[in-house]
């Protein structure tokens, strides 16, 4: 082992004052000279080419580095920060590795006997940077190692030798520190150095204010966007923090419900087609269906139903748990728009799922003499199709012609189209369109919701279901353009589900009992977690997994379903497990979506823990559809406490909403954004949705403005427009 004392060779650094130019947002990086050229190639590299787009890194979180008193070193889990002195550096090294250490003591020399030792593996150079005397302010986790105290790698920050005043401001240390994600090569010092340079000299009018005059916004009185962005990075206090973060996410809230609301307000401008029909065809189909309609369906039915029947035209979200009976709803619906003497057309996310929807259009439609077809992007779609184009185009399409009751549709036309987004492409079929109804719309974006829309003259009603949970403190938010009716009761006939959260230690046991389920006929879901966004892991985890359980059946089919498989290939092994070919169908969170499978009563999730309560509860849906009980197994690590507590509520109720609000209580609305309003999301403060009271306030404001100037035409507004007009993403709000 070599050891080598080392002296000071360079004076102490710190980053050059700015310069006294102001920038815009416009301003080129590479014109911002008071970064440093590195850093503007690196910055440059990753795309961020402006000002504007550096201001568009928000810190992913903050530490608190104020905390300078000396109250002695100690070992601590959390990081701490310290004002220090090199009293003696050294490097070791152990063939080609190297460590370098400086030994510091507090930098009041009144604490000289305390000591900590600072250090860095395989970083000779530090070396170079680092020298006995230095003044350093120092932050991270000290630990104590064979009677030692030592902070590995700690951030830390050289003060200037007439600069020893620790209270100076500085950008690393002694302060609340932003912590920026990190892309590329960029590092944290560098990009935090960059941007408080950037953020010293950015002309404050470059940052406008969005949002309402202060008096309007009460507990913001006075705030401005330009302090609010400032303090997001360099809060003087976490107070003042908490404020800024509260103030840009109340701007981001009002920008969507000022969208939402201005595109209700537009719905509502169009003339629809007031549809009232005496009701003989939804009679028939209520009577002929093998159950009554629980008293939430038919409530959910008669909002639809007064919907219909006014001349504005409908936007409503029909919005119930798995299970909850949507379809039948939107199928009694449908029959309103046929009876009409219209079309109606079903919208699904899947080819499995339309056709699922297909088969239940058929068995109970057909009887009452309905032309129902089918619409997907694949070759076999059945029943009847557009002949010609010129036939089509000879179809009367403006309302004076519409005929009156369902006979008298042109015989080439179906009354109902049920489809993928292939409907969106099918502009012949569907002239007399009156009720388009979207199934799972979180998979569907609001363009593509305008676009079916956009297919006939009048504007249809439309009719959105979902069956994500959504807490009622958020439907408001996220649906404010829509209308609501919410099925909030199952019928009863369901199979019960029970669910049990298990250590993965008593796999042997679980395996037993679900190879009893597959010997007595059932059918079972094997559903592996989504890991780190990343489909090829995800695919292979599944893949392993397949496997492993292919093993432990030998005597089943055990088949295997992930997002990297073809459509194809996936519509196939779906059709196989659907047609009980398949006992066992190993998966990732792909069957998310509402098939369908009666039969399927156990479902093994592996690694529970990793998915959203939310989510857990959507996925346990797949099962508990027929009459036989239903078993949902959550694996968790061994002693994963923390996993067994978030679950147990699964195993407690089966209240979607219910376990949507702890979900949301648990860890924000991301999750919900994410998966729902491919449309709208991210926000980039989206955890405060939770907060009833912004969001009520933006709601509030927005529409205090749309009152005010429906357009927004007023130069004032101006800046508003392209988020609301244009459906710029609202987390754009620079440019
Ligand atoms: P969702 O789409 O809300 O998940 P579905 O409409 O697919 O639920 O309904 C699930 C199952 O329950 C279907 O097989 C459906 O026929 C049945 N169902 C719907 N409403 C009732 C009811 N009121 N009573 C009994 N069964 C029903
Ligand atoms: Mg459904």
Same mark, same amino acid.
């Given at each position: 082992m070599e050891k080598q004392m080392t002296s000071p060779q360079h004076p102490a650094t710190i980053p050059p004052m700015p310069q006294a130019a102001s920038i815009h947002l416009q301003t080129p990086i590479s014109e911002i @000279?008071? %970064? +440093?050229t590195p850093t503007r190639t690196l910055l440059i590299r990753e795309g961020i080419e402006t000002a504007a787009d550096l201001l568009h890194i928000l810190p992913a979180r903050h530490e608190d580095r104020r905390q300078l008193t000396f109250t002695g070193f100690h070992p601590d889990p959390n990081p701490v920060c310290h004002h220090l002195r090199i009293l003696s550096t050294r490097l070791l090294r152990f063939g080609r590795s190297a460590v370098f250490e400086a030994t510091t003591v507090p930098a009041s020399a009144r604490f000289s006997q305390h000591q900590l030792t600072l250090r860095w593996f395989g970083m000779p150079f530090m070396q170079r940077a680092l020298a006995v005397d230095m003044n350093l302010i120092v932050y991270g986790k000290i630990k104590e190692i064979k009677s030692r105290l030592i902070i590995d790698h700690p951030d830390y920050e050289i003060l200037l030798e007439e600069d020893t005043d620790p209270t100076a401001p500085r950008i690393h240390t002694g302060r609340i520190v932003p912590i920026y994600r990190l892309r590329g090569n960029l590092k944290q010092k560098p990009l935090r150095t960059a941007l408080w340079h950037l953020l010293q000299d950015l &002309? #404050?009018?470059?940052l406008p204010n969005l949002l309402p005059t202060p008096k309007a916004t009460g507990e913001f009185s006075g705030y401005t966007r330009a302090k609010a962005i400032q303090t997001l990075h360099h809060p003087p206090d976490l107070d003042t923090l908490t404020q800024a973060r509260r103030y840009l996410a109340l701007e981001e809230f009002y920008l969507l419900q000022l969208r939402l609301l201005h595109h209700r307000h537009q719905h509502r401008l169009h003339s629809g087609n007031p549809q009232k029909p005496p009701g003989n065809l939804l009679q028939s189909f209520l009577q002929n269906l093998p159950f009554d309609l629980t008293a939430a369906q038919l409530r959910s039915l008669n909002e639809i139903r007064q919907d219909m029947a006014d001349p504005i035209p409908m936007n409503r979200l029909l919005h119930g748990d798995v299970g909850s009976g949507k379809t039948v709803v939107a199928l009694a619906a449908m029959l309103v728009a046929v009876e009409s003497g219209h079309q109606a057309a079903l919208m699904a996310p899947t080819q499995i799922l339309a056709e699922q929807h297909y088969q239940n259009a058929q068995r109970w439609l057909t009887p009452l003499g309905l032309r129902v077809s089918l619409r997907t992007a694949d070759k076999r779609n059945t029943g009847i199709l557009p002949v010609r184009e010129t036939d089509i185009l000879s179809v #009367?399409? &403006? /309302? =004076?012609? /519409? +005929?009156? /009751?369902? &006979?008298? @549709? +042109? *015989?080439? @036309? +179906?009354?109902i189209l049920i489809g993928t987004h292939a409907l969106l492409y099918d502009r012949v079929s569907l002239p007399q369109l009156s009720l388009a109804v979207i199934d *799972?719309?979180?998979?569907?974006?609001v363009a593509q919701r305008a676009r079916l829309i956009a297919q006939s003259d009048t504007i249809p009603d439309v009719l959105v279901m979902t069956a994500t949970p959504i807490p009622r403190t958020l439907t408001l938010t996220l649906y404010g353009d829509l209308d609501v009716s919410t099925i909030d009761e199952r019928p009863r006939e369901r199979g019960k589900i029970i669910t049990a959260v298990r250590d993965s230690t008593k796999l042997k046991d679980i395996t037993a009992f679900l190879k009893t389920q597959l010997d007595e006929g059932r059918q079972a879901y094997i559903v592996h977690p989504l890991i780190e966004e990343s489909e090829k892991l995800d695919a292979s985890a599944a893949i392993t997994g397949h496997a492993t359980w292919s093993k432990r059946l030998k005597k089943h089919h055990v088949g295997l379903l992930h997002g990297r498989i073809d459509s194809e290939t996936k519509d196939t092994v779906m059709r196989k497990f659907r047609d009980n070919e398949i006992q066992a169908l190993v998966t /990732? =969170? !792909? %069957? *998310? !979506?509402g098939v369908d499978v009666p039969n399927a009563t156990v479902m093994i999730i592996h690694d529970a823990a990793r998915f959203g309560l939310a989510q857990l509860h959507q996925l346990r849906g797949r099962i508990g559809r027929g009459t036989h009980t239903s078993y949902c197994i959550l694996l968790i690590d061994k002693n994963d406490e923390e996993a067994r507590q978030k679950l147990t509520i699964l195993e407690q109720t089966s209240d979607g909403f219910q376990i949507a609000e702890e979900d949301l209580r648990r860890r924000g609305p991301g999750d919900l954004l994410g998966s729902m309003q491919s449309g709208q999301a991210p926000l980039r403060f989206h955890e405060l949705l939770a907060d009833t009271r912004l969001l009520t306030l933006a709601r509030q404001l927005a529409t205090r403005t749309l009152i005010q100037d429906p357009n927004l035409t007023q130069p004032d507004h101006a800046l508003l427009r392209p988020f609301v007009l244009d459906s710029l993403p609202v987390r754009t709000t620079l440019q």
């Open positions: @000279l008071v %970064i +440093p &002309d #404050p009018s470059a #009367p399409s &403006d /309302t =004076t012609c /519409t +005929p009156k /009751t369902h &006979d008298q @549709l +042109p *015989e080439h @036309l +179906p009354h *799972e719309q979180h998979k569907f974006g /990732t =969170t !792909v %069957i *998310e !979506v």
